[in-house]
């Protein structure tokens, strides 16, 4: 190893994150493609197709809610500490 190449450190400082400018919209984005890949797997794979279309847009409905309810007790919480 030369001088010049240093190690990369993780930090650990606990940084708060930042919230995207759409949360909603996003995770929403997200979860969609997430279930169409779960369609399009299942069809490159001859798969039961349709478990396919019954368990995607299940999972699709169950994670996005999930993930809302989240954004959203975030949002009551970093408002409550603002007061």
């Known amino acids: 190893m030369t001088q010049e190449s240093k190690k990369k450190r993780l930090r650990w400082d606990g ?3 930042t919230t995207p400018r759409h ?3 996003d995770s929403a984005i997200m979860y969609a493609i997430l ?3 779960v369609v399009g797997v299942t ?3 001859d798969g039961n197709m349709r478990a396919a279309l019954i368990i995607a847009p ?3 409905v169950v994670a996005t809610g999930y993930s809302w309810w989240r954004w959203h007790q975030r949002q009551r919480q970093e408002e ?3 007061e």
């Open 15 to 17: 940084t708060p994150r």
């Open 23 to 25: 949360p909603y919209r």
């Open 35 to 37: 279930a169409a890949a």
């Open 43 to 45: 069809a490159l794979t």
């Open 58 to 60: 299940v999972l699709f």
């Open 80 to 82: 409550a500490e603002s």
